[in-house]
T-cell receptor, first 112, second 113 residues
């Protein structure tokens, strides 16, 4: 049974560019959350998607947007990249938002 | 707003010695509490969680944690540390709604021979 799958694993982008990160939830899960983990910090909640809609959002600017597809997979988009967006981006899935998230291994984004 | 404090940035423990990692939380209602472990370059693995009931929670890999409401703490313990336990440990608190998690800054565990 596959867990949470994220792609790509690593990515290098230039300031001002746009990036799309992808996440496939664990089988049977319908809720996807995204977290940003800067170096030396704990993960910070970006937003959560359920039934193809953003259900909750953390303290992140509108440059960060997302989408959830009918098959529950999700994308995280970041526009106008800043150096400070360099981080590990983690996707987590669960069933109907119930506690007990399963995390993916993350996408390491480097902005130069 | 909820918050989590992990007072120790680094801890070094000898292999075979006992371990206790500290976690204090701030939350207005009954919290949902978690401990996760992260190996270098990897995602987060859930060690254990507390929702309600027995305040001593058993997890995977021989870890346990005790919820103490009076101290707003949820410390992680292991009686005998193995070299493979070296990793970063995160405490997190969840809300009772749609389950967003607030994490502490983590404690890096180093295991000496």
């Amino acid at each position: 049974d596959a867990g949470v799958t994220q792609s790509p694993t690593h990515l290098i982008k230039t300031r001002g560019q746009q990036v799309t990160l992808r996440c496939s939830p664990k089988s049977g899960h319908d809720t996807v959350s995204w977290y940003q983990q800067a170096l030396g910090q704990g993960p910070q909640f970006i937003f959560q998607y359920y039934e193809e809609e953003e259900r909750q959002r953390g303290n992140f600017p509108d440059r960060f947007s997302g989408h959830q597809f009918p098959n529950y997979s999700s994308e995280l988009n970041v526009n106008a990249l800043l150096l400070g967006d360099s981080a590990l981006y983690l996707c987590a899935s669960s069933f109907q938002g119930a506690q007990g998230y399963t995390f993916g291994s993350g996408t390491r984004l480097t902005v130069v | 707003a909820q918050s989590v404090t992990q007072p120790d940035i680094h801890i070094t423990v000898s292999e075979g010695a006992s371990l206790e990692l500290r976690c204090n939380y701030s939350y207005g209602a009954t919290p949902y509490l978690f401990w996760y472990v992260q190996s270098p370059g990897q995602g987060l693995q859930l060690l254990l969680k507390y929702f309600s009931g027995d305040t001593l929670v058993q997890g995977i890999k021989g870890f346990e944690a005790e919820f103490k409401r009076s101290q707003s703490s949820f410390n992680l313990r292991k009686p005998s540390v193995h070299w493979s336990d070296a990793a970063e440990y995160f405490c997190a608190v969840g809300d009772s709604g749609y389950s967003t998690l607030t994490f502490g800054k983590g404690t890096m565990l180093l295991v000496s021979p």
